[in-house]
């Protein structure tokens, strides 16, 4: 870390490239995220609809 603090951009172009590269990638983790967040939802969801229930899991309506 001491290297790369020691490192300073050239120029603003330099600091605008290591910027831009930097919320690309944090972009990029974000739709990782995002998706993996999406996917896990439909998961749960699916896991309750009733062609995944066991048929002693179901209630009756016996009253």
Not at 11 to 24: C, E, I
Not at 49 to 58: A, I, K, M, S
């Amino acid at each position: 870390m001491q290297k790369r603090a020691a490192k300073q951009p050239l120029s603003a172009a330099d600091a605008m490239t290591v910027a831009a590269k930097s919320m690309s990638d944090a972009l990029t983790t974000a739709l990782a995220l995002v998706e993996h967040a999406n996917h896990q939802s439909q998961n749960t969801l699916e896991r309750r609809l009733p062609r995944y229930r066991r048929e002693y899991d179901q209630l009756t309506d016996d009253h």
